[in-house]
């Protein structure tokens, strides 16, 4: 089983509301990756966490806060968010961060939409 | 740095046809390279990857890619192609450089969008 499921599949807020995405994998992958993609173009790494701890963060503005609870769960919780950020985002998982060789599995997405 | 280019932004194939996404790329040290492929409105399913070893790569629902050093070229193909393979299609590279190799995220190409016509 190769599943990495995301909720909800579709978000629309205001730029004031807080809301939170979530990622679910029961695969026993140690790295959680979120991706942003505009549409007609590829994904853009946001944040890697390795064994539950955020290990890359790139660059991107804190309005965007991510959290992993358990080695299963990753969060985006989103804050003050501008129409720029309306995105699909992408949550991914593999077995052992750091792999090389390690495949990224991804999840459905999160299409958001702020207004 | 580390890189993979998409030359073309669509490819146009009739059903029954084989077909060819092309892919180069650009790496400092031992290619980690894959396809993943993107349905409208869905996430990303991985269809292969090359490691090391035979240079013809087989993966899910019939598709293989061959991997030339010479050519830095690692494109996707099919023998015969199906109205449902019309998808975006991604080429990725590991990238080993930015983070000292410990972290393995992937950079994309830009896609290639597979149009087959019956």
């Known amino acids: 089983d190769t599943e990495v499921t995301q909720t909800p599949k579709h978000l629309v807020m205001g730029m004031t509301n807080k809301k939170s995405l979530k990622c679910e994998q029961h695969?026993?992958?140690?790295?959680m990756y979120w991706y942003k993609q505009k549409a007609k173009k590829p994904p853009e790494l946001m944040f890697v966490y390795s064994y539950e701890k955020l290990s890359i963060n790139e660059s991107v503005p804190s309005r965007f806060s991510p959290e992993c609870p358990n080695s299963s769960l990753l969060n985006l919780h989103l804050h003050a968010l501008q129409p720029e950020d309306s995105a699909l985002y992408l949550c991914?998982?593999?077995?052992?961060?750091?792999?090389?060789?390690?495949?990224?599995?991804f999840g459905p997405g999160t299409r958001l939409l702020v207004l | 740095a580390q890189s993979v280019a998409q030359p073309e932004d669509q490819v146009n194939v009739a059903e029954g046809n084989p077909l060819t996404v092309k892919c180069t790329y650009s790496v400092s040290g031992n290619p980690y390279l894959f396809w993943y492929v993107q349905y409208p409105n869905r996430g990303l399913q991985f269809l292969l990857k090359?490691?090391?070893?035979?240079?013809l790569v087989k993966g899910s629902y019939g598709f293989e890619a061959e991997f030339n050093k010479s050519q830095t070229s690692f494109h996707l193909k099919k023998p015969s192609a199906l109205v449902s393979d019309s998808a975006l299609y991604f080429c990725?590279?590991?990238?080993?450089?930015?983070?000292?190799?410990?972290?393995?995220?992937?950079?994309f190409g830009k896609g290639t969008k597979l149009s087959v016509k019956p």
């Open positions: 695969m026993g992958h140690r790295a």
């Open positions: 090359y490691i090391t070893g035979d240079n």
């Open positions: 991914a998982s593999s077995h052992v961060p750091g792999g090389q060789q390690e495949t990224q599995y």
């Open positions: 990725a590279v590991r990238d080993i450089t930015k983070y000292g190799g410990s972290q393995g995220n992937l950079i």
